[in-house]
Each structure stands twice: as C-alpha cells, then as structure tokens.
C-alpha cells in the first residue's frame, strides 16, 4: 500500500506538471499571434522576431509536453532501457530548431540595414510589455519543473531570454520614440539572434552528451574506478564504461580482477552498493574475473 501511495502521488505530481506546460503553451501561442499581428502592423522586424521566438518557445513546450508522456513508458521488448530518453532527444529537436530561427532572424536583420522600414515605435513598445509580462508568468509556471529536466529547463532559459529580447525591443521603441533612430530595429534583432545562438550551444551541449553515451562530468571515470579498486577483495578494474542512460540515470560496466581470497557474490554486491550509495549508479553491470583469466581488453577504459 505505501508503494501505491507514492505512485500514485508521484503521478499526480506529473499531471500537475503537464497542466503548468499546457498553460504556458496556451499563453505563448497568443502572444505569438499578438506580436506577428502587431510587427507586421507597425512595422517593426525586432518584434516579429520576438514573437517567431515565442512561437519556437510554444512549439518546445509541446515537444516538452509529448517527450514527458512518452517518457513515463516502461520500458519493454524493443526499448528495454525505457523511455526517458525522450525528453532529451526533444531538448536535441528544440534547439537545433532555435539555432535554425536565429541564423533566420541574422539574416534578415541585416537585410534591414540595406532597407530600412519605418518603424512604429509606440506599437513596439506596448506589444513588448504585454510580451514581457507573458514571458516571466510562463517562465513562473515551468520554474519548479525546469530543476528535474533537461528538456524543459531548456525552455525555461528560453523564456527567460525571451523576457530579455522583451526588455530589448522596449529599449529600442522608445529610442525610436525619442529620437527617431529607425536603426535600431536591425540592431536589436541581430542582439536577439545572438543571445540564441549563444545559449543554444550552451545548452546543446549537454544535450549531445547524452546521446552520444558520454560519461558525466560528475562522477568521473578515474574517481569511480578508484574507489573501486580501493574495495577489499578487488586488484584491479578494467573495461570500464560509465555513461548516462537518461538525465538523471547513471549506469555503469566493467571487469574487475579479483583477489584470490575474495568472495564473489559478497564482493559484487558490495561493489554495486558502493556504486549506488557513493556515486548514485543505479545499473550496474559487473563482470568478476579470477587473477588467472583476466580478458584481453586490459585498458581502463573499454573498447566499445
């Protein structure tokens, strides 16, 4: 009964989540139309690209949505790992898709330069407050998810620059206001591509990481097979591959020598505790090998 319990609070925890993503989607649609509408009325090629970046902001948070249902799945025949690996591929799709939108947004800020439009500059700067004020509420919604997924915490840093290129496109409507510099449009919106692009590559690398099989960057593999070799009964641990299933999931392989005097169903299982308690391995794959039938793959690291 207390299992079911918790499952059963975990799950209402997650549908609870899935609410919060669904508004933010709701409310960045709108703003989206809203800013288009209103970039295309006054004028103003900074807030249409704000408004393209919130639509790329929606779209994430859908991604977001369908990666987090689909990662609940268990895990079965043809994915025997499971399916959180679902959110990180969508991270993967969302940013490749934001650095696609700011390479657009670049080009098209400096083919302003070379033809400039009049700008409406009160237009701009009333759209782009309401956007702001949008921005930090959906930014709000997905904060608490944001600390336990790849995935999302990609779209809340998304907001948060959104808020940013909000502050941005204020900035620039009231320079326009005040002195007319219709230039500025152009400046700003190379700004925002900018600010993407740059934190895109941040966050994508992580992203590839994962997918790519790649150790963490905490625990590090000389550390883990320190603290394995410093086992009693172990001489020496070889073959070793550390790598993420998931975000959140760290599994471990190896081969380890043992003692002559070790025990090895006590010996595993002190290993695997050791992995789980100090490091928060959670698969282990542990293969024990006498001193006199070591493998050929001798080196620390395996071999593939």
């Known amino acids: 009964m207390p299992h079911d319990h918790h499952h059963d609070h975990h799950l209402d925890a997650d549908l609870a989540g899935d609410r919060r993503v669904a508004w933010a989607v709701a409310v960045n649609v709108l703003l989206t139309v809203v800013q288009i509408v209103a970039g295309l009325f006054s004028g103003s090629l900074a807030l249409i690209a704000d408004g393209v970046h919130n639509l790329s902001d929606a779209a994430s948070l859908v991604i977001a949505f369908a990666a987090r249902r689909i990662a609940r799945r268990p895990a079965d025949a043809s994915m025997t790992f499971g399916y959180g690996r679902a959110e990180v591929v969508a991270a993967l799709v969302n940013y490749v898709t934001l650095i696609v939108i700011a390479l657009w947004l670049a080009a098209e800020g400096v083919g302003r330069f070379f033809n400039p439009v009049e700008v409406e500059g009160w237009t701009v700067v009333i759209v782009a407050a309401v956007a702001l004020v949008v921005d930090l509420a959906t930014a709000g919604l997905i904060l608490r998810l944001s600390r336990h997924s790849m995935n999302l915490r990609a779209a809340f840093l998304h907001n948060v620059a959104d808020a940013m290129g909000s502050v941005a496109v204020i900035v620039g409507g009231a320079l326009i206001l005040l002195y007319g510099w219709w230039i500025v449009d152009p400046i700003i919106t ?6 993407i692009l740059w934190h ?3 966050g994508i690398r992580p992203v ?3 997918l790519m099989l790649g150790s ?3 625990p590090g593999v000389t550390e883990v097979a320190q603290a394995m070799c410093e086992m009693p009964g172990v001489a020496d641990v070889h073959a070793l ?3 993420r299933v998931q975000e959140h999931r ?3 392989q190896a081969h380890v020598v043992m003692q002559d005097a070790a025990d090895m169903d006590s010996l595993r299982a002190d290993l695997k505790r050791l992995l789980q308690d100090r490091f928060k391995i959670t698969h282990t794959s542990l293969e024990l090998e006498s001193a006199g039938a070591v493998c050929h793959d001798t080196g620390l690291i395996g071999q593939g």
């Open 216 to 218: 963490p960057d905490s």
């Open 208 to 210: 590839i990481r994962v």
């Open 200 to 202: 895109s590559w941040q």
């Open 190 to 195: 190379l700004m925002i591509s900018g600010y």
């Open 250 to 252: 760290i599994a471990l």
């Open 241 to 243: 591959h550390l790598w």
